[in-house]
């Protein structure tokens, strides 16, 4: 297994993650709204090296990432501009984009994808992270010590909704 930020790279494990790993938590009218807006691909990420995949015999088993910059999730395809920088004294770094390979769901790639950023993100003299998760991703964040100081819904096309959780967390 191999840490690597990518450069160019397929995307097609974030809709194959969100479609298989989702289904137990949302509906498929839900599922099928969130890429793009919500499950969509970050490029802000990539381009400030905050970025991981996680490759095994060269398939692409999971990724995921940490900002420095205000947006909490979603793809960037509908913002303007580049998102401004947090203050590492006065704000969390965000916890971003976490998708797995079905094939390879709880086998501790996302932990370890969690680890890397949580490290990353002390290196940059971020002392708080937060993140906004799926509800499928409860388990792990509940495991690595994130605590829900909020559940709210985020609309999306066609009226449909999805419930996520805030968890902020110290490092």
């Known amino acids: 297994m191999s840490f690597q930020t990518p450069a160019g790279w397929g995307v097609s494990v974030i809709p194959l993650s969100a479609r298989t790993l989702q289904t137990a938590h949302y509906s ?3 599922i ?3 890429p793009g807006p919500v499950f969509g691909v970050d490029r802000q990420l990539i381009r400030d ?3 991981i995949v996680v490759e095994r015999d060269g398939q692409i088993v999971g990724c995921g990432g940490w900002s420095k910059r205000n947006s909490l999730f979603g793809g960037d395809n509908g913002r303007a501009k580049e998102d401004g920088e947090l203050d590492p004294k006065r704000d969390p770094a965000r916890i971003r984009a976490f998708f797995v390979h079905p ?3 709880r086998r501790g790639i996302g932990r370890s994808i969690l680890v890397a950023c ?3 993100i002390l290196a940059a003299n971020f002392r708080i992270a937060s993140l ?3 509800l499928a991703g409860e388990p792990l964040y509940a495991a ?3 605590a829900v100081v909020e559940r709210y819904e985020i609309p999306m096309a066609g ?3 999805c419930l996520w959780c805030e968890w902020p967390r110290g490092l």
């Open 144 to 146: 690595s010590g994130y």
């Open 132 to 134: 906004v998760a799926t």
């Open 49 to 51: 090296g905050t970025y």
């Open 159 to 161: 009226g449909w909704v």
């Open 103 to 105: 094939a390879w769901a």
């Open 28 to 30: 498929s009218i839900q």
């Open 118 to 120: 949580e490290r990353a």
């Open 32 to 34: 099928e709204a969130a």
